[in-house]
């Protein structure tokens, strides 16, 4: 039995001149920026549609600004040490590699936890996707695209998370039969993490700052 | 047992340039979060508020995708595939003003 060889995984495509995987890595992100884009838009369609009384600003709605922040600073911290990663590998140090995906990961974890609470504290104010904003004299839909908007984000985080763990423990391996190989899937990896980091970018000023 | 892999060393050397410019990056996306949140403390006019925050968050959004995505240095294949999206994003953006809304039509604000 022949076995099926993918091409382009190592050497960049002749017509391109990227790898099969990077080109898939883009399209991928391409369609998850029409994704959030469409949430984005509705959320400035929710936004205008209902005028000053019913649609609150983060603070006004209950939103911890601090946390928010540091929230961000924890995912910006996890970009660095992702591209780091690469690097590393590029300048074939295993144990950085190792230290700095780890790190990565750990601090995702930490961008869920912190955002786990955030979700806890609203919803013990009995705040849920569909409650909208308590105080408004009409059902505002801020908390509705709030939910959306974060959680969706928070389900890449987690995603991200797990295939990053994934190649940290057990892709690994591919490290000493084909490193050119392996170093790209962390590059692809990496693509994706900074992806999720810089939907947040926006996210943050967006639904805690406006 | 060495864990060393052949590596390429004029790629090392080349990445080994790039780390000074990647802490330069995360400190200038550490610093421009602050001073969003900064910004939002001065209680600006709701339309001057939305154009400052969407340009600092541009910003950044472009350091990452410029630096740490290496688009800078990306082959022509990929910018024109994510200018292609942009096209699309603008077109979905734009495509809501023709709504009526609750507070009448969208455009003009």
Redesign the interface.
């Known amino acids: 039995m022949s076995e099926i060889v993918i091409p382009y995984r190592v050497e960049p495509h002749p017509l391109t001149g990227v790898t099969s995987g990077k080109l898939g890595i883009w399209l991928f992100l391409a369609s998850e920026v029409m994704l959030f884009g469409a949430l984005f838009s509705s959320y400035v369609l929710l936004r205008v549609g209902s005028g000053d009384s019913t649609w609150p600003t983060g603070v006004e709605a209950g939103l911890n600004v601090p946390i928010g922040t540091f929230n961000t600073l924890v995912l910006i911290t996890s970009s660095i040490t992702m591209v780091m990663s690469w690097a590393s590998l590029k300048m074939g140090n295993l144990g950085g590699f190792k230290r700095y995906l780890g790190a990565t990961i750990g601090l995702g974890l930490l961008f869920l936890v912190v955002k786990g609470f955030e979700y806890a504290g609203k919803f013990g104010h009995g705040i849920f996707p569909a409650t909208g904003w308590p105080e408004a004299s009409d059902p505002s839909t801020f908390y509705g695209i709030y939910f959306t908007l974060t959680g969706l984000h928070a389900l890449h985080v987690f995603l991200g998370i797990l295939v990053n763990a994934w190649l940290l423990i057990w892709g690994v391996a591919m490290w000493k039969s084909e490193p050119e190989l392996f170093t790209g899937r962390i590059e692809i990896s990496g693509l994706y993490w900074h992806f999720v980091d810089l939907v947040w970018i926006f996210l943050f000023p967006v639904l805690y700052l406006l | 047992m060495s ?5 390429s060393e004029s ?2 050397a080349r ?2 340039e ?2 000074k410019v ?2 330069m ?2 400190v200038a ?2 610093v421009l ?2 001073v ?2 900064a910004i ?1 403390y001065i209680h600006l006019p ?1 339309g001057t ?2 154009a400052v ?2 340009v ?2 541009t910003v ?2 472009s350091l ?2 410029g630096y ?2 290496h688009l800078l240095s ?5 910018l024109w ?2 200018l ?2 942009a096209a ?2 603008i077109f ?2 734009i ?2 003003l023709g ?1 009526e ?3 009448g039509p ?1 455009w003009p ?1």
């Open positions: 864990e060393q892999v052949a590596v790629e090392a990445v080994r790039h780390l990647y802490v990056v995360f996306l550490a979060t602050v969003t949140v939002s709701t508020a939305i925050a969407m600092v968050a950044k959004a990452v995708a740490f995505m990306e082959e022509r294949v990929i595939l994510l292609l999206c699309f994003l979905l953006f495509l809501p709504t809304t609750g507070n969208l604000l």
